[in-house]
T-cell receptor
Framework: ELKVEQNPLFLSMQEGKNYTIYCNYSTTSDRLYWYRQDPGKSLESLFVLLSNGAVKQEGRLMASLDTKARLSTLHITAAVHDLSATYFC??????????FGTGTRLTIIP | KAGVTQTPRYLIKTRGQQVTLSCSPI?????VSWYQQTPGQGLQFLFEYFSETQRNKGNFPGRFSGRQFSNSRSEMNVSTLELGDSALYLC????????????FGPGTRLTVT
């Protein structure tokens, strides 16, 4: 059974600082997604990572994938308050079923 | 381009009742998946449909069922509701052309009392 672990579960960081969220998964995967969820809202797609070494960047967020280590990272650069949200990684293997991590609740403190 | 539509957005039911939720995917998308989100269990896969056929099913009891119509709209039904069925139910519209993306609808928040 595919398992996906995220850490940390909770993260408070000051504006302007950098930090990284980690996503580990247990078996070979076809692709990996990162989503953002604001309180009471749905999931917003951030990145799709398809192959080993893939790196994608959008604004202050950068995601990377290491399929050999079964690890993806979401790096936040110079955090701003608007980035406060819960971030999920999700892994797909063999079909379109997404297996989600537990989520990382990120709070940016002014 | 219109996004994923889910109706209703909010629903309150009592134990023992049944409920039907609807999802209309992005135009041209023929695959739809359903997920349940609860504070305790997180996001869990319910089912996936492609061209009216169920391709995958998650580990949920038989009270949870779904279907997809020829226009790609999908419905899920929960019978004999239990308190633990209170959750946010999310539908994802899946594109199979180009980079595979799964776009989520706004969700239906179901409260069972």
């Amino acid at each position: 059974e595919l398992k996906v672990e995220q850490n940390p579960l909770f993260l408070s960081m000051q504006e302007g600082k950098n930090y990284t969220i980690y996503c580990n998964y247990s078996t070979t995967s076809d692709r990996l997604y990162w989503y953002r969820q604001d309180p009471g809202k749905s999931l917003e797609s951030l990145f799709v990572l398809l192959s080993n070494g893939a790196v994608k960047q959008e604004g202050r967020l950068m995601a990377s994938l290491d399929t050999k280590a079964r690890l993806s990272t979401l790096h936040i650069t110079a955090a701003v308050h608007d980035l406060s949200a819960t971030y999920f990684c999700a892994v797909v293997f063999g079909n379109e079923k997404l297996t989600f991590g537990t989520g990382t609740r990120l709070t940016i403190i002014p | 381009k219109a996004g994923v539509t889910q109706t209703p957005r909010y629903l309150i039911k009592t134990r023992g009742q049944q409920v039907t939720l609807s999802c209309s995917p992005i135009s041209g998308h023929r695959s739809v998946s359903w997920y349940q989100q609860t504070p305790g269990q997180g996001l869990q896969f319910l089912f996936e449909y492609f061209s009216e056929t169920q391709r995958n099913k998650g580990n949920f009891p038989g009270r949870f069922s779904g279907r997809q119509f020829s226009n790609s709209r999908s419905e899920m039904n929960v019978s004999t509701l239990e308190l633990g069925d209170s959750a946010l139910y999310l539908c994802a519209s899946i594109t199979r052309t180009g980079a595979p993306e799964q776009y989520f609808g706004p969700g239906t928040r179901l409260t069972v009392t």
